[in-house]
């Protein structure tokens, strides 16, 4: 286990772990992080800036699968396209515990970004080579844990550290990774300490937990980190219609939104109004599920169809609807609803996850996309940046995009949020994309585990599962003595 450079606390706040503080400098674009010197690799060398340096250099030089999640580093995408070496990359040690990350345009959230960014050890990498973290005898990590045992078929286990001084909680002793049972009454045995309920639950299985008790009162809600959407084509001259605002907003006013979540989430999803989740930093849906795209009216999408010269989807081209993995039962009901309210005929067309991000996103050859977007930190910019131009969407919106940049550079928190739920509101009146739901879940625990990581955060959600991008959280749990799940053993 590795330290992160920052963390994320239960409300998914940044909060110093591998630093022990950080700050922004004068020229607004230089993030400066005061290394916490007491942090050891277990053989108890010091984590230095040079360790972090040399990790993320080498990472983003050497073709890093996530490399573009770190794109607001300074030449960070140059470096990972092989077009800058990686000596060029915006990060670098001023001294052994000093670090400085320069990025490309003022990030107010770049301490939420690093919340990913794990050290390596050097020294073991040149010694023992990059899979030194596989092998207990080479391991060297920086976190509070260390491995002891790894076998690819039963897992690994690890043992607390007592060498480590950071700032990370940890209660267990021990920890073992590996096979589970699973199900229902596998949890109620006590083998397996969570258990998810969702829209793909038996409903059998829901109707029994709902009537006992203490499975009732297990049951705690995860906030919805995801948004589902489709997205349209609009570049000049790849698929007419799609490229006029006036066909787009036909389409958007022709789906009864409320109504497909509600039946397709069956209550485990909440409508999308825009990009980002409900209960999310920066949400806005009683502004955006004002605005016209998000309001169904068949009729206004008719006329609107018919203004652009298709009245009743004659003459309308039949395009193909991509979806990443299997076809969405979401598509399959804005299939319908284009059907049955303006005519348009569309071909779902499902394709793993290679092959459609590579269609949709490398060759931008598909001319409507279903894709499901998933956080990474808490904030929205996390949902927003993948919008600007350049990015993996297959339109090219500059006014927005410097809409956007401009409200998202703004160090002032409270400032910022107000611009940037005006550029979302831009983003949804554009209709280059319509948010369908946001699904969620209710996570299952013990009544007997206990700890900070139990206790709901002020929005009322647990993470003591790792919820969103607060996945040390686990850390902060540990067992009780309490008898509150005698009965569920018969006692």
């Known amino acids: 286990m590795s330290t992160r450079l920052v963390g994320l606390d239960f409300n998914g706040d940044p909060y110093p772990a591998g630093c022990e503080s950080y700050r922004i400098l004068e020229d607004g674009l230089t993030w400066e992080f005061k290394l916490r010197k007491e942090l050891t690799f277990t053989d108890g060398s010091p984590v230095t800036a040079q360790d972090w340096e040399w990790t993320m ?25 092989g077009q800058l070496p ?53 391991f060297n990590g920086s976190g509070p844990w260390t491995l002891v045992k790894l076998d690819r078929a039963t897992g690994c286990e690890w043992e607390v550290n007592k060498k480590y001084k950071g700032v990370r909680t940890v209660y267990f002793e021990k920890c073992h990774e590996g096979p589970l049972a699973g199900g229902l009454a596998a949890y109620m045995a006590g083998e397996t300490i ?18 006992s008790p ?44 409320a109504t497909i979540v509600a039946q397709v989430g069956k209550g485990f999803a909440l409508p999308a109004w825009g990009m980002l989740p409900k209960g999310f930093p920066g949400n806005n849906d009683d502004v955006l599920k004002e605005l016209e795209p998000n309001k ?58 290679s092959g459609f991000t590579e269609q949709a996103f490398g060759q931008k050859a598909a001319p409507i996309y279903w894709v499901a ?3 990474d930190y ?28 401009a409200a998202n550079s703004i160090m002032d928190p409270v400032k910022r949020f107000e611009a940037v739920k ?44 790792g919820g969103g991008s607060v996945i040390e959280a686990y850390q902060h749990l540990h067992w009780s003595n309490s008898i509150c799940r005698d009965a569920l053993k018969g006692k």
């Open 57 to 81: 250099k080498r990472a983003m030089g050497s073709g890093y699968d996530y490399a573009w999640y770190y794109s607001d580093i300074k030449n960070a995408s140059k470096v990972s396209g």
């Open 86 to 138: 990686a000596e060029e990359l915006g990060i670098k040690a001023v001294d052994d515990f000093t670090l400085q990350i320069s990025t490309e345009l003022p990030t107010p959230y770049l301490p939420s970004v690093m919340c990913w960014f794990l050290v390596m050890s050097k020294k073991a990498y040149e010694t023992a080579g990059e899979m030194y973290e596989l092998d207990p005898k080479t």
């Open 194 to 211: 969570f258990y998810s309920v969702g829209a793909g639950t038996p409903p059998g299985e829901q109707a029994f937990i709902n009537t």
């Open 214 to 257: 203490i499975l009732r009162a297990e049951t705690h809600p995860v906030a919805p980190y995801l948004t589902d959407y489709f997205g349209f084509n609009t570049l000049p001259g790849k698929f007419a219609p799609l490229d006029n605002p006036d066909v787009r907003l036909a389409m958007c006013k022709a789906i009864d939104k």
């Open 296 to 353: 169904f009216d068949p009729e206004a999408a008719k006329q609107l169809l018919s203004k652009a010269g298709y009245a009743d989807g004659k003459g309308f081209p039949e395009f193909e609807f991509w979806c990443r993995g299997s076809v969405s039962a979401y598509a399959e009901a804005v299939q319908a609803a284009w059907k049955d309210n303006l005519g348009i005929k569309v071909t779902l067309k499902g394709a793993d996850y």
């Open 373 to 375: 977007y998933q956080l």
């Open 378 to 405: 808490f904030d929205p910019a996390t949902f927003l940046n993948i919008w600007r131009d350049g990015g993996r969407h297959p339109c090219e919106m500059p006014e927005w995009t410097a809409q956007y940049n």
């Open 422 to 465: 005006k550029a979302e509101i831009a983003l949804v009146d554009s209709t280059v994309f319509f948010g369908m739901d946001s699904p969620f879940s209710y996570t299952m625990f013990p009544c007997n585990l206990a700890g900070p990581g139990a206790m709901p955060n002020r929005n009322g959600f647990s993470m003591g599962t």
